[in-house]
Nanobody
Framework: VQLQASGGGLVQPGGSLKLSCAVA????????LGWFRQAPGKEREFVAA????????RYLDSVKGRFTISRDNAKNTVDLQMTSLKDEDSATYYC???????????????????WGQGTQVTVSS
């Protein structure tokens, strides 16, 4: 099982980045997928998630309207499009995959059995 996150980098406030996570070794269409982030000295926090069926999506309140999660079942990828980035969005971003069927658990790290290695996002002028 492998989750490979990419797309991080340095961006100015107000800028955009697109993170992508490629999933291998699992039946992708059966997975719920999430993005979490962790800033230095802080706990890992939920950012966004998309249910295995694709119809249910959840976001951290502070990223609503700025971030968009999407999945491509043909390419086995989950993307996180980030716009209007702020300094406080700086963190290491992790993609995660799990088989949860319960929409209310999508924001919980415990719902995900598989994690990527993280990609660094730095928002700074």
């Amino acid at each position: 099982v492998q989750l490979q996150a990419s797309g991080g980098g340095l961006v100015q406030p107000g800028g955009s980045l697109k993170l992508s996570c490629a999933v291998a070794g699992l039946t992708f269409r059966t997975l719920s997928l999430g993005w979490f982030r962790q800033a230095p000295g802080k706990e890992r926090e939920f950012v966004a998630a998309i249910h295995r069926g694709g119809a249910s999506i959840r976001y951290l309140d502070s990223v609503k309207g700025r971030f968009t999660i999407s999945r491509d079942n043909a390419k086995n990828t989950v993307d996180l499009q980030m716009t209007s980035l702020k300094d406080e969005d700086s963190a290491t971003y992790y993609c995660a995959a799990g088989s949860t069927l319960i929409v209310s658990t999508l924001a919980r790290a415990s719902a995900y059995a598989y994690w990527g290695q993280g990609t660094q996002v730095t928002v700074s002028s």
